[in-house]
């Protein structure tokens, strides 16, 4: 599968962002859907993920409550919508692709390192 991230850009503190990820290629339901974040001289976070079936998702302790993770299996689209935004929430975030069979359907995946796919990232600034 490729993934193709959009939807970032400049906010004022307190406002919304929705970004979108586009899958293309293999089955999208066979994958487990995540975003990170990445802001400068800092390593890769995890931010939120949904399952492959979309009962569960798992957000970071620092976006719980502002963010959702939602995925649209009709459109092979996977979303974050983002709510009363910080300025510590800038940063370029990545959307990411957990496809091994192995990986049960309820079950969701926080590290970087688990992630064999990798949209292009898409920037969030959030200005004070």
């Known amino acids: 599968v490729q993934l193709q991230a959009s939807g970032g850009g400049l906010v004022q503190a307190g406002g919304s962002l929705r970004l979108s990820c586009a899958a293309s290629?293999?089955?999208?339901?066979?994958?487990?859907l995540g975003w990170f974040r990445q802001a400068p001289g800092k390593e890769r976070e995890f931010v939120a993920v949904?399952?492959?079936?979309?009962?569960?998702?798992h957000y970071a302790d620092s976006v719980k409550g502002r963010f959702t993770i939602s995925r649209d299996n009709a459109k092979n689209t996977f979303y974050l919508q983002m709510n009363s935004l910080k300025p510590e929430d800038t940063a370029v975030y990545y959307c990411?692709?957990?496809?091994?069979?192995?990986?049960?359907?309820?079950?969701?995946?926080?590290?970087?390192?688990?992630?064999?796919?990798w949209g292009q990232g898409t920037q969030v600034t959030v200005s004070s």
């Open positions: 990411a692709a957990e496809g091994s069979p192995l990986l049960a359907s309820s079950t969701v995946v926080t590290t970087v390192k688990e992630y064999d796919v």
């Open positions: 949904v399952s492959k079936n979309s009962l569960r998702s």
């Open positions: 290629g293999r089955t999208f339901t066979n994958y487990a």
